[in-house]
DNA sequence: GAAACTAGTTTCCTTGAAGAAACTCATTAT
DNA sequence: ATAATGAGTTTCTTCAAGGAAACTAGTTTC
């Protein structure tokens, strides 16, 4: 933890990239919802995530791909089937996830308390 | 860790809560800046977060007082000033902002090492 | 009295993110 | 034949997030 000027404005810009990476709204409950199931076939993310519809889905797995956190894999299955999977590099966002996770699951309590 | 549906589901929703309540384009490079620097004027903000319009900052300054994340105090000074300070549940964040900064630092070495 | 400073607010405008619905295409079950 | 399934793509539309610029208001310095 340094407080130069400088440092400050690197740790902001690195802020800025992952937030920017995971921007969209479905990419973060993508990306938790691999991380936890490992691999996924679009339907079952599409039924998983529920409100998201087939064009969001198809965006921003395309745009996680690009950015190497999940693979894609055509499954030669009768009807076809395409199997997306969380890189090794993306798994090593698991640990920002648990992190908004376990703030989440903290802030309800938060509320509870405070509204008597 | 459990697999279990159900808990992957509040999973989820904790997530989307703690994400929601981060939506915006500013508000964790605010909160950032104010765990760093724990407490601000509204100009030094707005000199420190390059971009930001006054409207913008104002806007999402009020919605992180009303989650109860940074307060608000009017400093008795010739002109006013206006004095944003985090708080210590707003400082609770700090584990996200903190793994977000790492990640992103990380990313750019991933980046680096992976072109040529 | 003009200009400058802090801390905003107001108005007006643009653009991009997101959604809904229909469509493709290959295969297979009825 | 027709319906259904998986994995999308295409088109059309809308709404809200965000930005720019001007304005308020109180005080103070030039």
Redesign the pocket.
């Known amino acids: 933890m340094i407080h130069e000027p400088a440092a400050c404005a690197g740790r902001m810009l690195a802020i800025r990239d992952t937030v920017e990476l995971l921007s ?3 990419k973060i409950q993508i990306i938790g919802t691999l991380v936890f199931e490992n691999s996924m ?4 993310l599409k039924r998983n995530i529920p ?6 889905l ?1 965006k921003e797995l ?1 745009e996680l791909e690009i950015n190497q956190l999940i693979t ?1 894999t055509v ?1 030669d299955t ?5 199997e997306y999977k969380i890189t090794p590099y993306g798994l090593t966002l698991e640990p920002i996830i648990a992190e908004l996770a376990t703030w989440g699951a903290n802030h309800r309590k938060h509320l509870f308390s405070n509204s008597n």
């Open positions: 969209g709204k479905w076939k679009f339907m079952e409100g998201i519809g087939a064009k969001m198809s395309q894609r499954c009768k009807p076809i089937t395409v």
